[in-house]
């Protein structure tokens, strides 16, 4: 096979960037290891930045966003007894929105499809060859028979545990990381949400958040230790911690319970690994980086990579046009590291550790945020999300 780009992974990322470039009129192939039905229900991120949103729109994705999205003024930061709401709107004029990730990647599938795309499903032991020469190719095998798929430039939108990240040269790499100690026990549960707005608790018991998906179905997130079985937490359990870390203090105000459909545990990470382009080969996504996901950045930090992505490949294979495919990996750095930095000092202020200094000093943050409005402006105009540059 032969095309211009070939994408690996078929996630939001792989998949809006193919979406950005056939309006260019660059031709692609996506590869990608997962069955379709597998990749369309990963549940992962639910908040939606207002420049991701704008982008959506602009490209012909925003129909069923607009109909079925629910739009946020923003946040609630809670210690026991205190309840404070952060206006977004107000401090920075821009919102955002709830929309699942599982509904953006139902858009990209759909309008992929109706344009053609071609995606390999199931493919198994993809690999990237030549990326430092002009003639790069990818390898794989489906059912057995090898394939080969021949392109201008790769690009691996196929997250941490994808071939693309690894083949970098360690010589040429660098990587920065940290693991946090604790992780988070997310449920989804068929109930309506308690709250109009999504709640970020700080409790000596442990973070809780409040989040949802839609109008009847409430997402939620209790910190627990880093080896912790889901199992060893019975629905019973999960309901009382959510109830007790949400609920302190605040009068009048009451977590409404339902039945759980989906539990698990997600560890906390922070990861970048630069550069994000070596040769013929540009990384997008979590591929380059991961986040904690306190700040909400994981999805529109892979959105904002292939805003810049698509352009500078553009450039270069229909106008050779090296520019912005050259300065692609240090313009996404910097919204990266800024995002890793933002997710880092939202987790670090909100979730509990054995330190008890710790502790005032992350109630005087929190009361430090919901008093100023040069503070709440800080969280807001990161938590939002900053304007995309796509060069």
């Known amino acids: 096979m032969r095309t211009q780009v070939a994408i690996i992974g078929a996630g939001p990322a792989g998949m809006l960037l193919s979406h950005l470039l056939a309006a260019d009129g660059v031709d692609s192939i996506i590869v990608e290891t997962r069955t379709e039905d597998y990749v369309l229900a990963r549940i992962r991120a639910g908040i939606l930045e207002h420049s991701s949103v704008e982008l959506l729109r602009s490209v012909g994705l925003g129909d069923r966003l607009s109909r079925n999205g629910i739009e946020h003024r923003g946040i609630y930061l809670q210690m026991p007894g205190e309840r ?147 199992k060893s937490w019975s629905h019973e359990r999960i309901w009382d911690a959510l109830s007790t870390r949400l609920g302190a203090g605040i009068e009048g105000w009451t977590l409404q319970t339902g039945e759980i459909t989906e539990s698990s545990v997600l560890p906390m990470r922070s990861y970048v690994q630069t550069p994000m382009r070596h040769g013929r080969l540009f990384l997008a996504g979590d591929a380059a980086h991961i986040v904690p996901p306190t700040g909400a950045k994981g999805l529109n930090l892979a959105i904002a990579d292939v805003a810049l992505l698509a352009p500078a490949l553009t450039a270069l294979i229909k106008k050779h046009d090296s520019a912005l495919a050259d300065s692609y990996s240090h313009t996404a750095l910097q919204r990266v590291w800024r995002c890793t930095h933002f997710s880092w000092w939202m987790t670090s202020m909100l979730h509990i550790s054995d330190d008890p200094f710790d502790a005032q000093l992350q109630q005087s943050q929190l009361r430090w945020v919901c008093n100023s409005r040069a503070a709440a402006m800080g969280l807001a105009e990161n938590y939002a999300g900053l304007p995309l540059n796509v060069g």
């Open 84 to 230: 404070h709401h952060l206006d977004f709107v107000d401090l920075v004029g821009r919102s955002v929105w709830v929309y699942g990730q599982t509904e953006v990647q139902k858009d990209l599938v759909a309008a992929r499809h109706a344009g053609g795309q071609q995606i390999v499903y199931e493919a198994a032991g993809v690999a990237v060859h030549d990326i430092g020469t002009d003639r790069p190719y990818v390898t794989f095998t489906v059912d057995g028979v090898p394939q080969r798929v021949d392109a201008d430039v790769i690009a691996g939108c196929d997250g941490s545990f994808g071939p693309s990240r690894a083949a970098v040269p360690e010589s040429v790499k660098e990587v920065w990381g940290r693991t946090y100690p604790y992780s988070w026990l997310g449920v989804l549960a068929d109930v309506a949400p308690s709250t109009d707005e999504l709640i970020y608790a700080w409790h000596p018991d442990g973070f809780a958040m409040h989040s949802m998906r839609s109008e009847t179905v409430s997402r939620l997130y209790l910190q627990v230790p880093n080896d912790t079985d889901v």
